[in-house]
């Protein structure tokens, strides 16, 4: 072979090792395709296993709600109130005039969700509180050291699809001690306001053990009674079948999301507000309708986050909380059987959804 042949082959081989542009342009191409096809699916196998874990987080919740029944042989209350008639739907505290708060349903869970150390905290405050004080559930949240309620709490009362909420609740120029967040379950309160616990048409699975000053004042009764475990609804209360009664859902709160003052109450664990432990089904789940609740920030754009959309409300008993959550198409649910459902969040309200969350008013819900 001359050497101009050697020359030749040379070059073309040279070429050979190469991709022209086209090439290259092709493969990338290709690859942005497969990206763009793959990622949907990648991300709906994480949501997949978030919307798991929630599920598998509600279904604790549902079974320490049954061992609270086998112990009590009811559910525990909503919360206990033991103030005058007027103030039986404020949940604010002694700033807002509200001064015999008892504790709530979530705070009364805490030994069968395996936290007996918070549970420890709550009965060593409850203890130190000085006689005469008549306000358990306020008393604990502004004792020192503890400042009980201040912390988030641990992993079984977050969804991992919600957005972490990392500001503590503060009401403004009320004073109302710092309150950590990070809740996303809470009872279904029936299916109209802060009062649907005193009537059958509209009561749920919990709402508010209520008693007076005098019965909660009166020196026989004990530490432990100011719990009131068995004063919550028994099995035989639910006139509509466990199984057909929505115990518990999904709520979500704010700040992580929309950079919002830490005067949403929205996630808020201590407190047995609207949207904090409780919720409503006065509106659809995920409803675009704003909440009404005691303590928002109605700054909120309707436009860009319309779960989070609120108007406050603190002078009446009319506030209501949708149940809400960050999965697709709608929320999980807690039977008050300890079964955990899906419900979609174009389920209908008057048919299917409110009979749901009512428990003694007789509906025959066809889904």
């Given at each position: 072979?001359?050497?101009?042949?050697?020359?030749?082959?040379?070059?073309?081989?040279?070429?050979?090792?190469?991709?022209?542009?086209?090439?290259?342009?092709?493969?990338?191409?290709?690859?942005?395709?497969?990206?763009?096809?793959?990622?949907?699916?990648?991300?709906?196998?994480?949501?997949?296993?978030?919307?798991?874990?929630?599920?598998?987080?509600?279904?604790?919740?549902?079974?320490?709600?049954?061992?609270?029944?086998?112990?009590?042989?009811?559910?525990?209350?909503?919360?206990?109130?033991?103030?005058?008639?007027?103030?039986?739907?404020?949940?604010?505290?002694?700033?807002?005039?509200?001064?015999?708060?008892?504790?709530?349903?979530?705070?009364?869970?805490?030994?069968?969700?395996?936290?007996?150390?918070?549970?420890?905290?709550?009965?060593?405050?409850?203890?130190?509180?000085?006689?005469?004080?008549?306000?358990?559930?306020?008393?604990?949240?502004?004792?020192?050291?503890?400042?009980?309620?201040?912390?988030?709490?641990?992993?079984?009362?977050?969804?991992?699809s919600a957005v972490t909420l990392s500001k503590q609740f503060s009401d403004g120029g009320y004073g109302l001690e710092a309150l950590g967040k990070g809740s996303n379950y809470?009872?279904?309160?029936?299916?109209?306001?802060?009062?649907?616990?005193?009537?059958?048409?509209?009561?749920?699975?919990?709402?508010?053990?209520?008693?007076?000053?005098?019965?909660?004042?009166?020196?026989?009764?004990?530490?432990?009674?100011?719990?009131?475990?068995s004063k919550g609804m028994g099995s035989q209360d639910f006139i509509d079948g466990l199984s057909n009664t929505v115990a518990l859902s999904e709520i979500i709160g704010s700040?992580?999301?929309?950079?919002?003052?830490?005067?949403?109450?929205?996630?808020v664990w201590m407190s047995p507000a609207m949207g904090a432990t409780i919720f409503s089904a006065f509106l659809n789940p995920n409803s675009r309708e704003r909440d009404v609740?005691?303590?928002?920030?109605?700054?909120?754009?309707?436009?860009?986050?319309?779960?989070?959309?609120?108007?406050?409300?603190?002078?009446?008993?009319?506030?209501?909380?949708?149940?809400?959550?960050?999965?697709?198409?709608?929320?999980?649910?807690?039977?008050?059987?300890?079964?955990?459902?899906?419900?979609?969040?174009?389920?209908?309200?008057?048919?299917?959804?409110?009979?749901?969350?009512?428990?003694?008013?007789?509906?025959?819900?066809?889904?």
């Amino acid at each position: 072979m001359d050497r101009f042949q050697q020359k030749a082959s040379a070059s073309r081989s040279h070429k050979r090792l190469g991709f022209t542009l086209v090439e290259l342009l092709v493969v990338i191409a290709i690859i942005g395709i497969l990206v763009g096809l793959l990622l949907p699916a990648v991300q709906a196998a994480r949501e997949a296993a978030r919307r798991m874990q929630c599920q598998n987080n509600m279904k604790q919740l549902g079974l320490a709600l049954h061992n609270h029944m086998d112990t009590y042989n009811s559910l525990p209350p909503g919360w206990v109130n033991y103030d005058e008639s007027a103030n039986r739907y404020k949940t604010g505290g002694w700033q807002h005039g509200q001064n015999e708060m008892g504790w709530h349903w979530l705070a009364m869970l805490l030994p069968y969700v395996e936290q007996p150390g918070l549970w420890e905290l709550v009965e060593e405050c409850e203890a130190a509180r000085p006689t005469g004080t008549q306000n358990p559930c306020d008393h604990c949240e502004s004792m020192d050291p503890n400042h009980f309620g201040r912390e988030q709490l641990p992993a079984f009362s977050r969804c991992p699809s919600a957005v972490t909420l990392s500001k503590q609740f503060s009401d403004g120029g009320y004073g109302l001690e710092a309150l950590g967040k990070g809740s996303n379950y809470a009872a279904s309160w029936g299916s109209g306001n802060m009062l649907s616990w005193e009537s059958s048409a509209t009561r749920g699975a919990f709402g508010t053990y209520y008693t007076t000053q005098e019965k909660f004042n009166t020196p026989a009764v004990s530490r432990a009674d100011r719990y009131q475990h068995s004063k919550g609804m028994g099995s035989q209360d639910f006139i509509d079948g466990l199984s057909n009664t929505v115990a518990l859902s999904e709520i979500i709160g704010s700040d992580g999301l929309t950079g919002t003052s830490s005067t949403d109450i929205r996630g808020v664990w201590m407190s047995p507000a609207m949207g904090a432990t409780i919720f409503s089904a006065f509106l659809n789940p995920n409803s675009r309708e704003r909440d009404v609740i005691a303590a928002c920030d109605e700054t909120i754009p309707d436009d860009r986050f319309p779960l989070l959309a609120c108007t406050e409300e603190r002078d009446t008993e009319n506030v209501y909380a949708a149940a809400r959550s960050f999965h697709p198409g709608g929320v999980n649910t807690a039977m008050a059987d300890g079964s955990v459902r899906f419900f979609s969040e174009t389920v209908d309200n008057v048919a299917v959804w409110r009979p749901l969350n009512t428990a003694q008013n007789g509906e025959v819900v066809a889904e």
